[in-house]
């Protein structure tokens, strides 16, 4: 339940048209559903401003579909997040209408639709160093996107080719928030940041060679940043990227 199915709810007990006990009936499972292996929280929204987003990856189908229906009963926008293409598959089975997006693997419930309270002209802008970096960077832009913000995307504009990004200052400077999502030695968001005067979100990827380190390089390359403005969230963690920016981009 969110803030504006418990407004309707309250309105609807005041004008009559629904009793205190109907009421009580409906708000008995906050702040949680218990289910035998997860207990669901239908509070989240009411606390956080969108519904607990579920995480696929190590849940059987049964499981995820389980949760999804306790969630969806009571949202009218449900998120999961590192669904396989499998998963999607069985999912759709029980809700035809839910739409797959296989790059970012995300599920996505319910209409999408803009946040009425983001002016028009705000966007968040996710960017990528390469191609390699596309599932992490599109996580991020369809978290944004289905949370409601309007979303711009300026992909392969990594540090080996600077000209690729220099060339779209009019975008980067435009944006209301910025993600950057880069691997390798993950030197693109202190290049960003040293550009634009918004916050930068950066994303350290799992793409790279061995000294990589699955991603260790680039993470501390982003915390040593000597850019301002930068913020770094954890390896290959697109959703977190998303979901701070569409905070960031409503405030």
Do not use: W
């Not at 300026?154 to 200052?169: E, F, K, T």
């Not at 940043?225 to 981009?249: E, R, T």
Request: charged share 20%; net charge neutral; hydrophobic share 45%.
């Amino acid at each position: 339940m969110d803030v504006k199915a418990l407004e309707q709810l309250l309105q609807a007990v005041r004008e009559g048209s629904l009793s205190v006990q109907q009421a009580l009936q409906q708000l008995r499972v906050l702040p949680y559903e218990n289910v035998e292996f997860a207990r669901v929280d239908t509070h989240r929204a009411l606390r956080t401003g969108f519904p607990e987003v579920v995480f696929c990856q190590g849940k059987t189908p049964e499981q995820v579909i389980a949760i999804l229906e306790r969630l969806g009963n009571r949202h009218r926008k449900v998120l999961a997040t590192r669904a396989s293409p499998e998963l999607a598959a069985q999912v759709k089975e029980r809700f035809p209408h839910v739409r797959y997006y296989d790059t970012a693997r995300i599920l996505a419930l319910g209409e999408n639709e803009p946040d009425s309270e983001i002016p028009q002209h705000r966007y968040v802008l996710v960017v990528a160093a390469g191609t390699s970096d596309l599932p992490v960077a599109e996580e991020a832009a369809v978290t944004a996107s289905e949370m409601g913000s309007r979303v711009e995307r300026l992909y392969d504009v990594g540090v080996a080719g600077l000209h690729r990004l220099l060339s779209q200052s009019e975008k980067l400077f435009a944006a209301h928030v910025l993600v950057v999502v880069a691997g390798m030695e993950g030197a693109l968001p202190s290049v960003v940041g040293g550009l634009v005067s918004r916050p930068v979100i950066a994303v350290p990827t799992s793409v790279g060679y061995g000294a990589h380190f699955g991603g260790l390089a680039p993470l501390l390359t982003m915390l040593n940043s000597c850019a301002p403005g930068v913020a770094v969230v954890n390896i290959d963690n697109g959703f977190g990227a998303g979901y701070l920016a569409h905070v960031i981009n409503k405030g």
